[in-house]
């Protein structure tokens, strides 16, 4: 098998828009992890499960606890990185551009004219095509968790725009314009041939209907719904860029790292299953699995585990506070975390 880091198989696999990520808790194989992609295993770090349990994986269709015969194992379903694509470049997308950022969604924005693709890439926006609507959405592929937001300045745009977004994958599909103008866009999809479950699952007008005014309020409807679509979805978030960025960057300097998953919760709990933070040696972290000192908490085994060599350990932060595997957790809820090395140069595919 080829060698790869962990980080990039991860990336490979997300983007094919259907993962399984397994990891071995107890029993001789503790401490094996295994990414599936498309029901294929592509990583390996271990044993090799046995024929049964490979199968059993590849079978898993949620995130949850497995009894196998290699021992107890944690199974995360997840998909592809969220991504927002912004077709239009006035004061609403650049709006829409900003939050998005905040909120560590990666964008590709779609702009006709140099001057207002320039205020897209100033507003934080990773990628900018710059061309004609139909040449420009030629190379952006969509997929399971691709969010399109069609903000263009006229109607006979969102059209254009619309006549290909709706041929692609897609987790969500909005349009911005008023009543009127959202039926006469589906009445001519309809008569352009579009599938018609696709017109009717548009949302549009877009964004949650908080009697919002301003481009920053029209922003914060469009990225409501479109978090609350994202969320709304069986699955994890997966790996998201950030982690799998700092996960590249300590392979790059040849430093391990900890990965501490959220693998169970009870009551309220500021994030939920899946959750991650990556923790160095120095405090340092990535990503969050909820703030406070159940953070804290985390941050601090995750260091004594990096100090003592330990490869894996499940870390429990409960309300009662007993024992030195326990914190305090915010607003009265508890969660196990999962708590393993990420390696450095020796993940294999």
């Given at each position: 098998?080829?060698?790869?880091?962990?980080?990039?198989?991860?990336?490979?696999?997300?983007?094919?828009?259907?993962?399984?990520?397994?990891?071995?808790?107890?029993?001789?194989?503790?401490?094996?992890?295994?990414?599936?992609?498309?029901?294929?295993?592509?990583?390996?770090?271990?044993?090799?499960?046995?024929?049964?349990?490979?199968?059993?994986?590849?079978?898993?269709?949620?995130?949850?606890?497995?009894?196998?015969?290699?021992?107890?194992?944690?199974?995360?379903?997840?998909?592809?990185?969220?991504?927002?694509?912004?077709?239009?470049?006035?004061?609403?997308?650049?709006?829409?551009?900003?939050?998005?950022?905040?909120?560590?969604?990666?964008?590709?924005?779609?702009?006709?004219?140099?001057?207002?693709?320039?205020?897209?890439?100033?507003?934080?926006?990773?990628?900018?095509?710059?061309?004609?609507?139909?040449?420009?959405?030629?190379?952006?592929?969509?997929?399971?968790?691709?969010?399109?937001?069609?903000?263009?300045?006229?109607?006979?745009?969102?059209?254009?725009?619309?006549?290909?977004?709706?041929?692609?994958?897609?987790?969500?599909?909005?349009?911005?314009?008023?009543?009127?103008?959202?039926?006469?866009?589906?009445?001519?999809?309809?008569?352009?041939?579009?599938?018609?479950?696709?017109?009717?699952?548009?949302?549009?007008?877009?964004?949650?209907?908080?009697?919002?005014?301003?481009?920053?309020?029209?922003?914060?409807?469009?990225?409501?719904?479109?978090?609350?679509?994202?969320?709304?979805?069986?699955?994890?978030?997966?790996?998201?860029?950030?982690?799998?960025?700092?996960?590249?960057?300590?392979?790059r300097m040849?430093?391990?790292?900890?990965?501490?998953?959220?693998v169970s919760?009870?009551?309220?709990?500021?994030?939920?299953?899946?959750?991650?933070?990556?923790?160095?040696?120095?405090?340092?972290?990535?990503?969050?699995?909820?703030?406070g000192i159940?953070?804290?908490?985390?941050?601090?085994?995750?260091?004594?585990?990096?100090?003592?060599?330990?490869?894996?350990?499940?870390?429990?932060?409960?309300?009662?506070?007993?024992?030195?595997?326990?914190?305090?957790?915010?607003?009265?809820?508890?969660?196990?975390?999962?708590?393993?090395?990420?390696?450095?140069?020796?993940?294999?595919?």
């Open positions: 098998m080829n060698r790869i880091p962990l980080y990039h198989a991860l990336r490979s696999g997300q983007q094919a828009g259907d993962c399984l990520f397994a990891t071995v808790l107890d029993g001789s194989a503790a401490g094996t992890q295994i990414l599936f992609s498309g029901g294929e295993p592509i990583w390996l770090e271990g044993t090799l499960p046995e024929k049964a349990d490979l199968c059993a994986l590849q079978s898993c269709t949620s995130t949850g606890f497995l009894e196998l015969g290699c021992g107890r194992v944690f199974a995360e379903r997840f998909g592809a990185a969220p991504q927002l694509v912004v077709c239009g470049g006035g004061h609403v997308a650049a709006a829409v551009v900003r939050l998005a950022k905040l909120l560590c969604l990666p964008v590709t924005a779609v702009e006709d004219r140099l001057e207002f693709a320039a205020q897209l890439r100033e507003a934080g926006a990773d990628t900018v095509l710059c061309a004609p609507f139909e040449e420009a959405l030629q190379q952006v592929p969509g997929g399971a968790e691709t969010y399109f937001a069609v903000l263009t300045r006229a109607h006979a745009f969102d059209l254009v725009c619309l006549k290909q977004i709706l041929q692609k994958p897609a987790a969500y599909v909005g349009m911005l314009g008023s009543h009127r103008r959202a039926m006469l866009v589906r009445q001519q999809l309809t008569q352009a041939g579009a599938d018609s479950a696709r017109i009717e699952a548009l949302h549009a007008p877009i964004g949650l209907s908080i009697g919002a005014q301003t481009a920053q309020e029209i922003a914060l409807s469009i990225l409501a719904q479109i978090v609350e679509v994202k969320n709304a979805r069986t699955q994890t978030e997966g790996f998201v860029p950030a982690i799998l960025e700092a996960m590249e960057k300590a392979e040849g430093r391990q790292a900890v990965l501490a998953t959220i919760r009870h009551g309220s709990t500021p994030r939920d299953v899946g959750a991650k933070m990556l923790v160095f040696s120095d405090g340092k972290t990535a990503g969050s699995v909820g703030g159940m953070e804290y908490q985390t941050t601090l085994s995750a260091q004594e585990m990096l100090a003592k060599g330990r490869q894996q350990r499940v870390l429990r932060c409960t309300t009662e506070g007993n024992g030195e595997d326990t914190a305090v957790a915010a607003c009265g809820g508890s969660m196990d975390l999962l708590l393993q090395i990420v390696t450095t140069g020796e993940d294999r595919l």
